[in-house]
């Protein structure tokens, strides 16, 4: 998890102050946690929305990344809409996970088979201590193969 940690500093350094760490991540899942704090809060004492949604675009944005690297192949890789929807106040620690790694890796397999740029949306949910949704997030991403 460090080497998330250390590219948010570097290439992400939003990313890095709000508190947005990677605490799971595998061929088919990511999940990331950040806490409320004073640097991520909003006038109502909760959890900045664009925080919220930070942390549940790096979930899709990270196995979109993994999976690209695993191909071996330079794919360009960029949001194109997004949509959301919060349900309760983020307060205390959220999880945001996207579990939508299989799809993708399909997904991949289709654009290197047949060249032609994919889109796909990809789904990241909040989730609070209790266990409670509090917000979700959809990104539709596009990939292209670079030439």
Request: some cysteine; charged content about 20%.
């Amino acid at each position: 998890m460090f080497r998330y940690t250390l590219f948010t500093f570097f290439k992400l350094p939003s990313v890095f102050w709000t508190g947005i760490r990677v605490t799971k991540i595998d061929l088919d899942s990511c999940e990331v946690s950040v806490k409320q704090r004073w640097i991520n809060q909003n006038p109502f004492k909760s959890m900045f929305w664009a925080v919220q949604g930070m942390a549940a675009e790096f979930t899709t944005g990270t196995l979109i990344m993994n999976t690209i690297r695993d191909s071996n192949r330079k794919v360009s890789m960029l949001v194109l809409n997004n949509k959301a929807n919060f349900s309760k106040k983020a307060t205390g620690r959220i999880t945001f996970s996207c579990t939508q790694g299989a799809e993708l890796t399909k997904l991949m397999n289709e654009l290197i088979e047949t060249g032609t740029p994919k889109t796909i949306w990809m789904e990241s949910i909040g989730i609070n201590e209790a266990g409670d949704i509090v917000s979700r997030f959809n990104f539709e991403w596009t990939l292209k193969i670079k030439k």
